[in-house]
């Protein structure tokens, strides 16, 4: 299977969490500890290995602040 790699964009993330109820093997979560300049705690990625590359995440995000990239 081809190596999958998620980001999220910090800076753009609201943190509605709606990635993180999309992703069907527990890729993402909030961030508990980190604020963005918006205030906001972000969706940071807790598993990296885990990601299937399904794009769930990043079709659901309102605001375009994932990328998932193939290798």
């Known amino acids: ?24 093997k527990g890729v993402l979560a909030l961030s508990k500890q980190k604020l963005n300049a918006k ?5 940071e990625v807790v598993d990296q290995e885990a990601c299937i590359g399904c794009a769930s995440c990043a079709r659901t995000c309102p605001d375009v602040a994932i990328r998932i990239e193939r290798e």
């Not at 999220?8 to 609201?14: A, R, S």
């Not at 205030?39 to 969706?43: D, L, Q, S, W």
């Open 39 to 43: 205030g906001y705690h972000p969706a």
């Open 1 to 24: 299977m081809a190596k999958v790699t998620v980001t999220v964009n910090e800076l753009v993330c609201k943190g509605c969490g709606l990635c993180v109820r999309a992703c069907p």
